[in-house]
């Protein structure tokens, strides 16, 4: 296969349609627009989703969902994912390096789910109190 060769599959590439050349053509006449009305007028239009007076539908159903401008920059760690970790002393820059949290974030939290062995020790990072528990009892602690 060489660049200069490369073409659409067959039949991916339908010819343009040209309207008002005649019956035999297929589209003659009207040229597929109906008859009469502001659609079979040349630059007839109404905006996006009108629907001749009627509430439309984007205004008929209710509003839905959120999205958070402070989400990216919060993290959750699970207790598992802390033994991917490195470090002496587990502070966000050495979650950042070891791929736990995103890049993005500012702030993280380790709650609990799954276990950990190891002894760590959390540096700015907070922990809820099943997690702290958890990490206590494995022989860490967690600073300010």
């Not at 001749?52 to 699970?78: D, H, I, N, Y």
Request: proline share 4%; hydrophobic share 40%.
């Amino acid at each position: 296969m060489r660049l200069n060769t490369l073409k659409p599959a067959p039949g991916a590439k339908r010819p343009r349609l040209r309207v008002g050349r005649g019956a035999s053509a297929g589209q003659g006449k009207t040229c597929g627009r109906g008859v009469k009305g502001q659609r079979a007028r040349k630059g007839g239009y109404h905006k996006v989703g009108f629907e001749g007076g009627q509430m439309p539908l984007q205004r008929r159903l209710p509003k839905v969902g959120f999205r958070s401008k402070v989400k990216p920059t919060r993290a959750e760690v699970r207790l598992h994912e802390l033994a991917r970790v490195d470090a002496e002393v587990i502070d966000l820059e050495a979650l950042k390096k070891a791929g736990v949290v995103s890049t993005l974030a500012e702030r993280a939290k380790v709650v609990l789910s799954g276990e950990i062995r190891k002894a760590v020790t959390l540096k700015g990072i907070a922990a809820t109190r099943g997690a702290l528990a958890a990490i206590t009892a494995a022989g860490g602690k967690v600073e300010a």
